[in-house]
């Protein structure tokens, strides 16, 4: 099992910046990727960023060159940069273990993140 807890949403104005934070306990020697999907209302989860053990990257395509998706061992970063009131959602962390039945997703509780225009 991996637990995983994301701080860092909040409120700002179109165009400032935001640092979620992702810590992952538990079975994190078992984690080959982690990242960021979010969440608006009405709408589908969405991934967001995601980042291998080997460092290679992957963004939706709406937020490269504004977000930053980085990791060590226990922790995933998302730094957001150049906010649109579009990027308001639930921010959820995740992590994917191997297992013998298959990838095991494992998901934050989610934070909140507001941009007003």
């Known amino acids: 099992q991996v637990q995983l807890v994301e701080y860092g949403g909040g409120s700002v104005q179109a165009g400032e910046s935001l640092r979620l934070s992702c810590g992952a306990t538990?079975?994190?020697?078992?984690?080959?990727?982690m990242g960021w999907y979010r969440q608006a209302p009405g709408k589908e989860r969405e991934l967001v960023a995601t980042?291998?053990?080997?460092?290679r990257t992957n963004y939706l395509d709406s937020v490269k060159g504004r977000f930053t998706v980085s990791s060590n061992r226990e922790m995933v970063y998302l730094q957001m940069n150049d906010l649109k009131p579009e990027d308001t959602a639930v921010y959820y962390c995740?992590?994917?273990?191997?297992?013998?039945?298959?990838?095991?997703?494992?998901w934050g509780q989610g934070t909140q993140v507001t941009v007003s225009s």
């Open positions: 538990g079975r994190v020697f078992t984690v080959i990727l």
């Open positions: 980042i291998t053990n080997s460092k």
């Open positions: 995740n992590a994917v273990a191997p297992t013998t039945n298959g990838p095991q997703d494992y």
